[in-house]
């Protein structure tokens, strides 16, 4: 018998509205903060241009080999482009999924880039390469350990050629921005600043070059559970101002339904899309946002259906 869970959303009929009936879409069904789609979208559904797409991809390591290993398959979705707002995407899944491998085909880094089949696609042309209309952060702590945290923030700018009296001032602004203080640590060295600010200093210097497109792995993965909802609260203040649209991938749901405004739940590996929800903005900090029943009931929903396909491997 297939379990309810793992199975498209279909609505009751009662519950379509007459704008939904006259689209020819299913209506989505609610759960707590969200809204489970009837299906994950399709690039010919949305009129609004796409700011990233991916059309049926597939990514198989060392093919041919005895070690090949497909991550990802026939996976397809769209992201609207919405100016002067952006929209943040998270994703979750199962360990192995390919949820790091849908980021870094996106980056254009290898060696999850090239796709072996299919197209992606941001703001409307294939990725061939990395470029400066994406930024991304690392769960690992990538500062340069012989530069400042001045200097690490203002390193893009740096490579951009911008005048260091231009560049720091820029700089300087970007410190206070992301929570640090700019008298005291401004010239201090990575090995001077807990996890917290060392994720600071790398969210700064992605932000400072404004990118389109933000992308993050795992990026509170390591900090504690008190460090980790400051940094998410600090999170989504920054990219309110800054309009991007952010991918953000996580293990953790509750991370994931308080950032997102749209959460891809993927299948077992190799991994698609199984479900997309759509989540109501988030208008508390992180510890508050985290008692609220409806909030916890998004969350229990996404829990259930991961644990499914956790007890469903081989």
């Known amino acids: ?57 597939t990514k198989t390591y060392n093919p041919g080999q005895t070690n090949e290993y497909t991550a990802i398959k026939e996976v397809t979705f769209v992201v609207e482009d919405l100016v002067n707002k952006g929209e943040f995407i998270c994703v979750l899944g199962p360990s192995g999924c ?36 994406r930024g991304m952060v690392f769960q690992d702590y990538t500062s340069f350990d012989h530069r400042t945290v001045l200097e690490n923030v203002t390193f893009g700018l740096e490579c951009q050629g911008m005048p260091r009296r231009e560049r720091q001032e820029l700089g300087r602004e ?37 990118p389109r497109i933000i992308l993050m792995d795992e990026p509170f993965g390591a900090l504690d559970p008190m460090t ?48 997309e929800l759509t989540i109501e903005p988030s208008d508390r900090p992180s510890r508050e946002m985290q008692r609220e029943p409806r909030f916890q009931e998004t969350v229990f929903f996404i829990r259930d259906l991961i644990s499914k396909l956790e007890e469903g491997r081989d």
């Open 1 to 57: 018998m297939s379990d309810p869970l793992l199975a498209p959303v279909t609505a009751a009929p009662a519950a379509a509205t007459l704008g939904t009936a006259v689209r020819g879409f299913s209506a989505a069904q609610p759960v707590g903060v969200g809204q489970v789609l009837p299906d994950v979208r399709k690039p010919e559904e949305l009129a609004r241009p796409h700011v990233v797409q991916f059309n049926r991809v």
């Open 98 to 133: 390919g949820k790091s491998t849908i980021l870094r085909l996106i980056a254009g880094l290898e060696p999850q880039h090239p796709a072996t089949s299919g197209e992606v696609l941001v703001l409307g042309r294939p990725v061939t390469e990395p470029g400066a209309d």
């Open 174 to 210: 970007w410190v206070k921005r992301v929570g640090l203080d700019v008298g005291k640590d401004s010239n201090k060295y990575p090995h001077e600043l807990s996890g917290g600010m060392r994720q600071r200093v790398a969210i700064a210097r992605t932000l400072i070059l404004q």
């Open 228 to 275: 980790r909802m400051n940094m998410q609260d600090l999170l989504v203040s920054l990219w309110r101002s800054v309009e991007a649209t952010v991918f953000f991938v996580t293990h953790s749901i509750e991370e994931a339904v308080f950032l997102g405004d749209r959460v891809y739940v993927m299948s077992n590996s190799p991994g698609t899309i199984l479900k």
